[in-house]
């Protein structure tokens, strides 16, 4: 804002001078301030703000020259103009040194005397706006200076923050590509799956993280990627991916376009990749667990039937003996031979109907665990001792092939014992006409493993499935419970069976025992 009146300082020591010209400043609308010396001057000048000053070079006390020079230090925009009776112009470099604006010769008129002054005043308002815009200027820069300083520090605070979510992702690995598929970012978690480091990998071609083996399909797979998040803004492929290593692994990745804030162009792509190992292993576990189940169900509903009629006529079938025997005793003697031996094929059938009862029951019972160390070297020399009539009787050579150390497992003895021997007497059955049966025991690790193999007949494709079906036999005298009970009892000692035949080459049966027993998984076994 402009102030409404200009003030000018007159200074001359001559009374009827300044009278006159401060007379013709008035005039002309300046309001008009007056001092007849420098000491005058001075207080005017330290009091008030003055737009121009006119000042007699010849003042007594001190001269208009130092008048020009105090005012120059304390008032620097406000222009002076010297006045000099003086028509020598020897002294005129020394003003315009000490920053006088003008000069004014004497006797002054009264135009020359306004145009000086209102020059004076065009200059002080352009100098005071120069002053103004070189104030806003600064001000300007401070302030972006200090904008700049701030956003900085806010983009440097946001890329730190960015790259710790980056970094934070362990299970996911993000990978950044440019247009050309080169790699400009690679996450901690993506070296981790990998194998590269971010530093090694950056800038190389993408297709370096597919699969070897298949680069054509798997970079077939990640351009269409590319083309369906371009047209949809997102996409998921499944990948075959490889590492540094050599070796590879399925995954799923999602592709997320990265577009320009500004102008739309597109910079490349985000990519987020997720290893499916794991979950494709658990999928597969899941699976056969639940087949597991619903078999192992279909086993206790059908044991049950089974058990029920075993139990219905368990009672009769040992009334039945008791009356043969008592007939045998009573009317023996009066009876023919042949007539005895037929009482005693009836016991001999009564006998065995009670003895597959009390199989089909004892398969149907919850097996109830005693656990205690067993050494399994011990249980399976026992059983070759019990099984030597049927080894003898169909000549079959046995190696034991035991681990020195013993194999102690924390197990349950009777039902262990029934299952190796029901798997053992299936192979010597399997070899009517001779062969090798080799048992073997080995610890590995926390396991114990025992492997009984024969050379017998075999089984074919048919046969391999349905042996551990409650009831499923290939022998006339069979009962087809022994497959089936030897499973219900490793599984739950919290071991796992395995089969290998061949027909008419042999079988192999491979049973693997934890040494310890877990009794928390055990607990989930039960809840199951
Ligand atoms: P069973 O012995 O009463 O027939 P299992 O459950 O013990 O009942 O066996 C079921 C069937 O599995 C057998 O009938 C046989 O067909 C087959 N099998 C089991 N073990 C062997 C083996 N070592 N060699 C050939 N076949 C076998
Ligand atoms: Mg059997």
Redesign the pocket.
């Known amino acids: 804002m402009m102030k409404e009146t200009t003030t000018v300082l007159l200074v001359d020591d001559e009374p009827s001078l300044r009278w006159t010209m401060a007379e013709f400043l008035k005039r002309a609308a300046y309001n008009v301030l007056t001092a007849a010396d420098f000491d005058d001057a001075l207080e005017i000048i330290n009091n008030t703000d003055i737009d121009v000053a006119v000042v007699d070079i010849f003042l007594p006390h001190k001269s208009g020259l130092e008048l020009l020079r105090q005012m120059q230090a304390r008032a620097p925009s406000v222009p002076v103009i010297m006045m000099t009776g003086d028509p020598d112009a020897s002294h005129i470099p020394e003003l315009i040194r000490a920053g006088a604006h003008d000069f004014l010769p004497k006797p002054v008129t009264k135009d020359v005397l306004i145009n000086a002054v209102s020059r004076g005043v065009e200059k002080k308002r352009l100098v005071d706006v120069k002053r103004r815009l070189e104030r806003e200027i600064q001000s300007h820069a401070e302030h972006l200076e200090a904008r700049i300083a701030a956003r900085t520090t806010e983009l440097a605070e946001a890329h730190n923050f960015l790259n710790a979510v980056l970094d934070s992702s362990t299970e996911y690995a993000i990978v950044v590509m440019d247009t050309e598929s080169r790699i400009t970012l690679f996450n901690r978690g993506a070296e981790t799956m990998f194998g590269y480091r971010a530093a090694e990998i950056m800038n190389e071609p993408a297709e370096r993280l597919v699969a070897k083996d298949e680069s054509g399909a798997g970079l077939e797979q990640l351009r269409r990627g590319w083309r369906e998040a371009q047209e949809v803004g997102r996409s998921r492929v499944e990948i075959k991916l490889g590492r540094d290593d050599g070796s590879s692994f399925v995954a799923s990745l999602v592709m997320t376009p990265i577009a320009s804030k500004s102008d739309d162009r597109s910079l490349g792509s985000l990519c987020i990749i997720k290893d499916l190992t794991s979950e494709r292993q658990s999928e597969h576990a899941l699976r056969q667990m639940r087949a597991r189940l619903a078999h192992n169900e279909k086993i206790a509903a059908l044991g049950q039937a089974a058990a029920q009629v075993a139990h219905e006529i368990k009672n009769p079938l040992a009334g039945l003996s008791l009356y043969a025997g008592h007939l045998k005793n009573k009317v023996g003697d009066k009876l023919a031979d042949n007539e005895v031996i037929l009482i005693d094929k009836i016991i001999e059938t009564i006998n065995h109907l009670s003895n597959i009862a009390e199989q089909v029951l004892n398969f149907a019972r919850p097996v109830a665990l005693t656990l205690q160390p067993i050494d399994l070297n011990r249980v399976l020399t026992d059983i070759v001792h019990l099984l030597e009539p049927q080894i003898a009787a169909n000549k079959v050579k046995v190696t034991l092939q035991l681990t020195e150390a013993g194999a102690v497992g924390t197990l349950d003895e009777t039902s262990i014992r029934a299952a190796l021997m029901?798997?053992s007497?299936?192979?010597i059955?399997?070899m009517p006409d001779g062969g090798e049966l080799t048992i073997t025991t080995e610890t590995r690790r926390d396991k114990l493993a025992v492997s009984i193999k024969?050379t017998?007949?075999?089984?074919r494709e048919e046969?391999l499935k349905?042996?551990f079906e409650p009831f499923?036999?290939?022998?006339s005298q069979?009962?087809?419970?022994?497959?089936?009970?030897?499973r219900k009892v490793i599984e739950q000692l919290q071991g796992d069976i395995k089969l290998q035949?061949r027909q008419s080459q042999?079988?192999m049966?491979e049973v693997e025992l934890p040494t310890e027993f877990k009794a928390e998984a055990f607990a989930a076994q039960l809840t199951l």
Do not use: C, E, I
Request: net charge neutral.
């Open positions: 029901n798997l007497l299936n192979a059955q399997a024969d017998g007949v075999g089984m046969q349905n042996v499923y036999t290939t022998k069979g009962l087809g419970l022994g497959m089936p009970y030897a035949s042999g079988t049966v």
